[in-house]
């Protein structure tokens, strides 16, 4: 019985292990795929650097097209049907092949000498820019040379330039814009009439300037000037072209301009990409986006905004696995969203295909960017269930939501992703819907309140008894809270009259510590809620980071040092001051950040981004001001002249960081010894155990 039950398993068994087996295997597979040897970042709406889900999975590479092998490739182009061109520059031919390693072809083995640029037309014609031949050749589908390019007749070129093509593109029309080795003046805009029309320079880079090589210019002698080094525009690095002709380049060293979108008229339409530090190349999108590489190995991804949506890759540290790089110089993209990236160095490319989370994101992209804003919802809600945190959906989110005039969503959003402009927007939006219902009902309470208090002060002026004659004596509180109360009014007087306020400090017995410290109290209260409880347009901490005692000890600590110095510095200066006099105006200086700072914090909740200068008047007018009254009473507690002042208060400033400095070093020994110790228990526990 026994037998037989087994024997009558071994078809069930025939059957299940084979995909027991296949499961296991799919499974492997997956793990495999998920388990990448590089990290995929992403910038938050704090412009920081953080981790998400896997964007792209090496899944393929080529190091040749049949027997054909790669030799110091230098660039690539990708056709709509994933036919691969390679400048094969080693080699001094195009190779042409698919993913899948079939030779389809080989162009210009007779003619090229160093091919470093490719670029194929949708008519199937091939351009290549070859260095070392000083030329631009084109050649047919069939590989038949059509037409040589050499250098522009016209003396607009510039007859000491030399012509030596290293990138090209080509539009609809058959116009080359070509970067050329050492040409500063741009990119080379050539028409095919004619046999090669010279039309001019296209999308110039700026040259930079610092304020130091501004003023030596200015005061310098043309013989001195001749002799700095010159201030020239940087060449661009890489350049390519999208479905909509227009213009993407690449410039190493032009800071947040390293990234440009270029229009018709050469005008930027990207302002402040995020920086990549060597770009070496780039390519468009077919989702109205842009890859940038650079030769560390790593590859950025932006909006059509010039947003960064992540940055994955990486250097290759020898052991040649798949995701990292040695020396990038090309990158392409096929109709599909598969990135190639060629690695000169290891002579093959490294083929990348989108994961469904970036898949999602590349349908809401393509979705917003045509106008279909509540269909690029869906994608984007599919998104953040994935990853609630990741930014670059939120800020879509909520200008999909802006779109459809849903302010309130689209400033949820625009919080949620820290979009201070997005955010602005539906703010505006808000407030106009609530001024239009409420602002007659506003100013209609301002008038009857406003008649009301006019009426009561005549009735106040009727009922009032006569003043008998020399008027009324009020004395000086002696004691208490009374007397707490007639110096904290006394700090209001300080700050509309600080000589005559600085007087009654230094004679008058005005100098006290009670006083000062609740304004410095005060003072440390209004800062902490005005810096994390403020409107979000006007914060500068990020959410859920809170640091009070922290801010408060420094504000504690930042006033006694300030008293000591300005101390130990009129001391020495003959000053008249005394310590608890200092301290007293120091405080009383703090009386206009105490007075304007609930202003400033109320207009930072109803105010939008361009409004903002007002909270920024009334700021300068909080530091002027109280700066000011630090300065009088300086001067006029230890009685001073302008010159004894301007000296003491640098001295003062000396001084306290010479202290700061002290404090920094003394910080610095004791966590060494407290280092140290902990390193001696450590030890001590371990051998005892």
Not at 281 to 296: C, E, F, L, P, R
């Amino acid at each position: 019985m026994r037998r037989h039950g087994f024997r009558g398993m071994l078809p069930l068994l025939r059957r299940a292990v084979p995909a027991a087996l296949l499961l296991c295997a799919l499974f492997c597979a997956a793990v495999c795929r998920a388990d990448t040897p590089y990290v995929t970042y992403t910038v938050n709406g704090y412009g920081e650097v953080q981790e998400t889900q896997s964007a792209y999975l090496a899944v393929d590479t080529v190091v040749g097209f049949g027997e054909e092998r790669l030799n110091k490739p230098d660039d690539l182009f990708i056709a709509e049907d994933g036919t691969i061109y390679v400048a094969d520059t080693k080699n001094r031919r195009i190779l042409i092949g698919t993913a899948a390693g079939e030779l389809k072809g080989i162009v210009g083995r007779d003619v090229l000498q160093s091919p470093r640029g490719v670029f194929v037309t949708k008519d199937g014609d091939i351009y290549v820019a070859d260095r070392d031949a000083e030329a631009v050749f084109q050649f047919s589908a069939d590989g038949e040379l059509k037409h040589t390019y050499t250098k522009p007749e016209s003396p607009l070129y510039g007859e000491s330039l030399s012509f030596l093509p290293l990138k090209l593109v080509v539009n609809d029309a058959g116009i080359l814009f070509v970067i050329c080795e050492s040409n500063t003046n741009g990119i080379v805009e050539i028409s095919p009439i004619d046999g090669g029309t010279f039309l001019g320079y296209f999308g110039t880079n700026y040259a930079s300037a610092d304020i130091r090589t501004i003023i030596y210019r200015a005061i310098l002698t043309e013989a001195q000037r001749a002799k700095m080094v010159s201030n020239i525009p940087a060449t661009p690095d890489n350049l390519a072209i999208d479905s909509r002709g227009l213009i993407y380049t690449v410039t190493r060293g032009d800071g947040m301009k390293t990234v440009k979108r270029l229009n018709i008229a050469g005008i930027n339409l990207i302002d402040g990409a995020e920086s990549v530090d060597i770009p070496s190349a780039i390519a468009a999108g077919s989702h109205h986006n842009v890859y940038v590489a650079d030769q560390k190995g790593f590859i950025y991804e932006y909006n059509s905004d010039g947003e960064l949506i992540f940055v994955f890759g990486g250097k290759d540290d020898g052991n040649n696995r798949a995701g990292l790089f040695t020396t990038v110089t090309a990158i392409g993209t096929d109709p599909q969203g598969r990135l190639y990236v060629l690695d000169s160095a290891l002579n093959m490319i490294q083929v990348f295909e989108p994961t469904e989370f970036t898949d999602l994101i590349h349908e809401a992209l393509e979705l917003y960017s045509v106008g279909r804003y509540t269909e690029s919802k869906e994608p984007l809600e599919k998104v953040l269930a994935m990853n609630s945190l990741f930014d670059v959906a939120n800020r879509a989110m909520g200008r999909a939501y802006y779109q459809e005039e849903n302010w309130t969503e689209a400033q949820r959003y625009a919080r949620l992703a820290k979009d201070r402009e997005g955010y602005s927007d539906a703010f505006w939006e808000i407030r106009n819907e609530w001024l239009k219902s409420w602002v007659p009902w506003v100013f209609g309470g301002i008038l009857v309140l406003a008649l009301m208090l006019k009426i009561a002060g005549i009735l106040r002026k009727k009922a009032a008894k006569p003043v008998p004659a020399g008027g009324i004596t009020r004395p000086a509180p002696s004691r208490g809270i009374a007397r707490l109360a007639d110096n904290l009014r006394y700090a209001f007087r300080y700050m509309r009259h600080p000589i005559d306020a600085s007087y009654g400090i230094a004679r008058e017995g005005r100098g006290n510590w009670a006083a000062p410290a609740v304004l410095l109290g005060i003072f440390i209260l209004e800062f902490l809620v005005n810096k994390y409880l403020c409107g979000f347009l006007q914060k500068t901490v990020q959410d859920g980071r809170y640091e009070i005692f922290r801010d408060a000890g420094i504000i504690l600590a930042g006033a006694a040092a300030l008293t000591l110095c300005n101390y130990l510095v009129c001391t020495i200066n003959d000053g008249e001051g005394r310590v608890k006099q200092i301290f007293t105006y120091i405080c009383y200086s703090l009386t206009p950040y105490i007075l304007l700072t609930p202003v400033s914090f109320l207009l930072s909740h109803v105010l939008t981004i361009n409004e903002q200068f007002l909270i920024t008047l009334v700021n300068l007018l909080v530091y002027g001001w109280t700066l000011v009254l630090l300065v009088l009473g300086i001067r006029e507690v230890n009685n001073y002249t302008a010159k004894e002042t301007a000296k003491v208060i640098f001295l003062t400033i000396f001084t306290a960081l010479i202290l700061a400095l002290i404090v920094f070093i003394i910080y610095v020994l004791w966590a060494q010894v407290f280092e140290f110790i902990s390193a001696l228990f450590g030890e001590a526990v371990y051998r005892i155990g």
